[in-house]
Structures are given as C-alpha cells and as structure tokens.
C-alpha cells in the first residue's frame, strides 16, 4: 500500500486549494479513505473520511461546506478539495486507507503536502 500526497502550496486566506492522493499497489476504489492534517505543535487528526460509496464523514465541523472529497477511481486518486480557506487549516495534510478523528496505530503515512493559508 503507497499513497502520495500532492498539490499543496501558498495560498491566501479565502482562497481554494486541491491536494491529491495518488495510490500503487492496491485498488483505491474499494477502500475508505481518510484525510488528515497536522498543524504546528498539534497533533495529526482527522479531517474527513470518503467512504467507498462516495459518502463523506467529517470529524472538523469547520470544514464542512468548505471542505469536499472526491475519487477518481480510473485514476486511482482521492482528491481534497478546499474552499474559504482559513489561516487555521494550515497544515500538512495527509491521506491513509483509515478513517476516524484519531490516527491509532496507523504508521504508514506518506510524505504529505504543505498547505499554507496567509496573507
């Protein structure tokens, strides 16, 4: 199981941000997946889970409505698309084959992407 995350970057308050999770190895399309995040001196938490069936739970309540997640499944990637973005999401973000507002004992995380919300 290999997952890669991609697409973050600078970006201003307000602004939007798609970040990307690229799988190898296993068929993305049958498997929940978690997006999670840590900021700064925080620990990693949850952000949001997309269900094999498209159904999305999410442990943030200040992501929902700015937040959405989304497959492509002939493309075998999960996609975190972000909206309004606050000063408060900053954080690297990560993706993992797991759901839930805390991260166990998973261990295999990926390098994960950097998203930086400032002005």
Known sequence: VNLVESGG????????????????GFRLASYA?????????????GVLCIHSSDETTYYVDSVKGRFTASRDNAKN?????MD???????????????CG????????????????VAS
């Open 33 to 45: 997946i978690g997006w999670f995040r840590q900021a700064p001196g925080k620990q990693r938490e």
């Open 101 to 116: 507002k805390f991260v166990g004992d998973y261990t295999s995380w990926g390098q994960g992407t950097q998203v930086t």
């Open 84 to 98: 309004n973005l606050k000063a408060e999401d900053t954080a690297i973000y990560y993706c993992a084959p797991l």
């Open 77 to 81: 990637t999960v996609y975190l698309q």
């Open 9 to 24: 970057g600078l970006v201003h308050p307000g602004g939007s941000l798609r970040v990307s999770c690229a799988a190898s």
